[in-house]
């Protein structure tokens, strides 16, 4: 079964440090999908990235970089220079395709307060 | 915007009772998930939909159902509510791409409040 894990419950930061939240995930796909979103303190779910379980390039948009490492069933997430804006519920997110037909499993979510 | 369409967006009702939520989803999407997010349970796939027709089910309870119509939108419905129910239900829509690649996109969420 699919499993998805973020140990931090809640962060907190002062602005323009860098954080990274973590996510660990557990499948027995051998193609299976990443995500992670954004949920600010509106409620809405916000899309931020999708990775392939066959691409393990790292990426970077902006502030944002996501460390992805199958080795280790691992796709970290780091915002450096943190602004209060980043302030949000972050979830981590796997999709297996194969055996799930691409519903999500989320992890628990990581409570990041930036403080100014 | 997402362009996944949801409403109400607040919704508070009593227990017992029962109550439909609807979903738009993105022009051209044949796909629709809906989740619900308790504070208890954190985010939990409930059911998906395909082009009208039930796909797969999740932690969904029997007094829940869904359906999607020809025109592709879909409605939750909640019947005999308990306080338990209270919670943030989101729809989400997805989009097959080339490569086995798909997009799931949420729409922003009914807020359940049972009182």
């Known amino acids: 079964a699919q499993k998805v894990t973020q140990a931090q419950t809640e962060i907190s930061v002062v602005e323009k440090e860098d954080v990274t939240l973590d996510c660990v995930y557990e499948?027995?796909?051998?193609?299976?999908?990443l995500f992670w979103y954004k949920q600010p303190p509106s409620g809405e779910l916000v899309f931020l990235i999708r990775?392939?379980?066959?691409?393990?390039q790292n990426e970077i948009s902006g502030r944002y970089s996501w460390n992805f490492q199958k080795s280790t069933s691992s796709f970290n997430f780091t915002i450096t220079a943190s602004q209060v804006v980043d302030s949000a519920v972050y979830f981590c997110?796997?999709?297996?395709?194969?055996?799930?037909?691409?519903?999500?499993?989320f992890g628990e979510g990581t409570q990041l307060t930036v403080n100014p | 915007d997402s362009g996944v369409t949801q409403t109400p967006k607040h919704l508070i009702t009593a227990t017992g009772q029962r109550v439909t939520l609807r979903c738009s989803p993105r022009?051209?999407?044949?796909?629709v998930y809906w989740y619900q997010q308790s504070l208890d349970q954190g985010l939990q796939f409930l059911i998906h939909?395909?082009?009208?027709?039930?796909?797969a089910k999740g932690n969904i309870l029997e007094r829940f159902s869904a359906q999607q119509f020809p025109d592709l939108h879909s409605e939750l419905n909640l019947s005999s509510l308990e306080l338990g129910d209270s919670a943030l239900y989101f729809c989400?829509?997805?989009?097959?791409?080339?490569?086995?690649?798909?997009?799931?996109?949420f729409g922003p969420g009914t807020r359940l409040t049972v009182l």
């Open positions: 989400a829509s997805r989009r097959d791409l080339a490569g086995g690649r798909s997009e799931q996109f």
């Open positions: 499948t027995r796909d051998t193609t299976y999908y």
């Open positions: 990775r392939n379980s066959f691409d393990e």
């Open positions: 997110a796997l999709s297996e395709r194969e055996t799930s037909g691409s519903r999500l499993t």
């Open positions: 022009s051209g999407d044949l796909s």
């Open positions: 939909y395909y082009n009208g027709e039930e796909r």
